[in-house]
């Protein structure tokens, strides 16, 4: 039997580009399948649009202590394509990075849909074949060994297979999981997904009222039946459904595991470098410098910016129109008391709708991490997604597309 192609590509996501783009750089015939009519649907929307590409944390080990319990796993990939691959990748086509707060990387443009662009020209411009509209049915094995696969009534044969069909989180994207599906038919172990790095819903209306403001520096703290459990400081993001951000989306592990135990609480510092006493001592100054004013008059001069009306609201209305040389030791320690724990009830973890990844997929101990090889069968590759890593936001789960996808296009 003649091969249509050396290698099909499943999956014109990050990782799936990277693959192809790159296998057909070494001159292999590349066929990339992908369901949606357009390449990199999930791509185009992420980091807000804006792209989180990597993370430029210097040390490797550091790095790679990120991906939790796959560290050990991922040295040999990232040594044949890391951060410094990534930077040299994407500066190298004309795309400029920049670095942000917490070693994140942006592209200088600020536009995820042109990292897509960059993608896709690459792989065109290696000579892939690319077949979108085109949802993959199933990988076809014949006497135990993988020959292609079917897109409709259509066989299409390869010497090898790459996989790059992404989780579950953001179905309207195309990933919907098939490669889950297929790889557990296969006989890989797969460990169960979980929506990971997601936002939570919280039951306050004040919450979703102020959707869309964006605070640096927060604290949460999180209490479990009314014992302090952990806390974080960050970035925080109000939104309609409750709070999302950095801060969020990296607790939101923990958080899940919390909600098994019981009444969740978090507690939003709006002061954390302040403490208690520090923040007394300037409000009382603020109040000393404007005595006859009201406290709604002077509150902005103080509260961070969005939050004025929705502080004011929680406060007693009296106190709030009272000057405020009237207003009491206990009314003060009261209102600090409020700026440093706002509590929040955590109703629980939103769904795959909205979770950046969702955790689960191939159990990295059945594949060859320095080709990306499964280990059950020697033509077949997986990459990106598919992978059951942890890791939290910030960059890292694109460069483990970039790393995989690389790894598998330059083996396959
Ligand atoms: C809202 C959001 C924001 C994010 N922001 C960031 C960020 O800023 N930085 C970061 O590092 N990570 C971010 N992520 C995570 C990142 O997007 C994913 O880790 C990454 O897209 C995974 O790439 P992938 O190539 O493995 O799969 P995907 O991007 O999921 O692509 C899989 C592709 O396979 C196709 N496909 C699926 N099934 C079939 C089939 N049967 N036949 C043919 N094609 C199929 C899908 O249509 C899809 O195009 C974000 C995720 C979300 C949801």
Redesign the pocket.
Known sequence: MTNDYDVIV???????MMAAGTAASRGRRVLL????RR?????R???GGR??ITNSEPHLSALLKKYGRAEKFLYSPFDVFGVADTFEFFTKRGLALKIEAENRVFPECQSAPEVERVMEEYCLQSGVTVLSD???QRVVVRDGKIIGVLVGDKNYNAESVIL????L??QE????G??FKWLRDLGHRLAEPTPSIVPISVKEEWVKKLSGTSLANMKISFWVNGKRAFAKTGRLLFTHFGLSGPLILNSAKKISELLHEGKVIAKIDLYPEQDFSELEQEILRLFEENKNKSLRNIAKLILPEGMTPTILAMLDAGLVERRVHSVTKEERKAIIHLLKALPCTVQGLMGYDR???ADGGVDISEIDMKTMRSKKYHNLYI????LHVERPSG?????L?WTSGYVAGLNA
């Open positions: 499943v999956g014109a996501g990050p990782a799936g399948v992908e369901k949606n390449l990199g649907e999930k791509l929307i992420t980091g792209c989180n085109s949802p993959v790059a069909t992404g989780g989180s953001h994207t195309g990933s919907t098939d490669g979770a950046v990844i990459t990106g997604d598919l960059g890292f789960s694109l460069q597309c």
